[in-house]
């Protein structure tokens, strides 16, 4: 076994690149090993829903269009269910005692339940118009007075100029390896075994 490593130029000293220490071209062992590939579609922006789905065959536009309905209704039925339920327990809150705990404790669940839809509405207008942070933005409305109108509709572009960071797209993560573009490139990772199989040419 020895001897055909020996004559595959498996033992070879550290200095001879021609022992097949080298890559065949004079470099050092591992030199050039591991260098990345560019990956289909690395350093272009990350396409808009809106583009992606245009670009998308019929049918899977169709499904996509048959599930957002789908979710559209679902939301919907479940903010008139609220609304509902918000009136009957204003009305309860009417026929109770007046300054009693009964009515405090029925007219906070209705405020809640009020403050629930305007947070679904917010949400989903907020959501087409581009922001990312619908969290932070909901708690940027609630505490800045001048961006509701006195319909309750919000201005977006006043939030957009003012706040600009939550309509950010997140930056995809980069791919590379470490060193990359300082012409100084960490070789990617290479078991025992796939170096033995190298140098001896197999």
């Known amino acids: 076994m020895l001897d055909k490593l020996w004559d595959k130029g498996m033992l070879f000293s550290p200095d001879d690149a021609s022992a097949g220490g080298g890559d065949g071209t004079g470099g050092k062992p591992g030199e050039g090993e591991g260098e990345p590939k560019p990956k289909e579609g690395e350093g272009e922006a990350a396409p808009s829903y809106k583009d992606w789905f245009a670009k998308q065959p019929k049918e899977v536009q169709a499904l996509v269009t048959e ?6 209704g679902a939301l919907t039925s479940e903010r008139e269910t609220r609304k509902d339920l918000e ?15 009964l009515e405090k ?8 339940l009020e403050s629930a839809n305007s947070k679904t509405d917010f949400y989903e207008e907020a959501h087409s118009v581009g922001v990312t942070n619908l969290k932070l933005a909901w708690l940027l409305v609630a505490s800045t007075p001048d961006l509701v109108d006195k319909r309750g509709n919000v201005d977006f572009d006043a939030m957009k100029k003012s706040n600009p960071e939550l ?12 060193g990359e573009g300082t012409g100084s490139v960490t070789p ?9 199989r190298k140098a001896a040419g197999w």
Request: glycine share 8%; no cysteine; proline share 4%.
């Open 105 to 112: 404790q029925l007219t906070l669940v209705a405020d809640d």
């Open 167 to 178: 309509f950010v797209k997140v930056a995809p993560k980069p791919t590379g390896t470490g």
């Open 87 to 101: 009136t009957k327990v204003r009305d309860l809150a009417k026929d109770a005692e007046k300054g009693s705990e």
């Open 67 to 72: 599930n957002e309905a789908g979710l559209k």
């Open 188 to 196: 990617a990772a290479m078991d025992m075994n796939a170096k033995i």
